[in-house]
């Protein structure tokens, strides 16, 4: 869609409207969405070397280490070649930023911010129909009927991690982790951060931030 390949990595705390504010950057500006969290997962139900490698440490909670993370996503970017795209859940600490960095130019970083109490309002207030993953939010999408499944007629549950105190200590332990990463950015000084409560509301602000800078651009 455009000529200039411009590469971008995407912050933003779990249920900070991340996930939403990528597929509206790749339906307008035709980027590709490049998820480490996706591709783990995905290479766990294909049960592939990496996905069994990576399952041990997804299920117990803990990241999986550095030369897994950088190998898999640098081999990703490599294979989609020069198109443009937005990192998703990498870098997450210091040495992949370098190690990422090492190889390609990264020209954004889109900090989404969202406080806390708004996250752990939203999340009190969503239920899930675990076996479709569909995601309803009381108040704002609601299912037609409610506890049910628009599609299927199921019902719906609230997960056992979306407990205020469960998501508290989850946003806590995110910002602690990435703050390195913000930090290392920010030094070279390609951080923009958009603050707000709904996507809708930020989504503006990124697509004109990301017109603007396209345009720029050489
Ligand atoms: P996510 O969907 O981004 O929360 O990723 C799910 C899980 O995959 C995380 O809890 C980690 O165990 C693992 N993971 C994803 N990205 C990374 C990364 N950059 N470094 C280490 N582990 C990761």
């Known amino acids: 869609m455009y000529s200039k390949i411009f590469r971008t990595v995407i912050i933003g705390a779990p249920g900070s409207g991340k996930g939403t504010i990528s597929e509206l950057i790749v339906q307008t500006f035709g980027f590709l969405h490049i998820s480490s969290g996706d591709i783990l997962r995905q290479n766990i139900m294909n049960n592939t070397d990496l996905g069994k490698k990576a399952r041990q440490y997804i299920s117990s909670g803990r990241l999986v280490p550095d030369e897994i ?9 490599t294979e989609v070649g020069n198109k443009s795209y937005i990192l998703d859940g990498f870098p997450r600490n210091k040495e992949q930023a370098e190690v990422l960095a090492g190889s390609e130019h990264i020209d954004a970083v889109i900090n989404l911010v969202v406080a806390h ?12 129909h675990p076996p479709s993953g569909r995601v309803y ?15 299927t007629g199921e019902p719906l549950v609230q997960r056992e991690d979306d407990k205020p105190e469960v998501v508290k200590k989850r946003l806590q332990l995110y910002d602690k982790i990435m703050l390195p990463v913000l930090e290392y950015y920010k030094d070279r000084g390609i951080v923009t951060t958009f603050r707000g409560s709904r996507s809708k509301e930020i989504w ?15």
């Open 204 to 218: 503006p602000r990124v697509e004109l931030f990301l017109r603007e800078k396209i345009h720029k651009c050489p």
């Open 137 to 151: 939010n009381i108040g704002f999408n609601d299912p037609r009927v409610p506890g049910k499944d628009d599609e």
């Open 69 to 77: 993370l950088n190998k898999t996503m640098l081999g990703r970017i």
């Open 117 to 128: 109490d708004v996250i752990i309002d939203r999340v009190k207030n969503r239920w899930i």
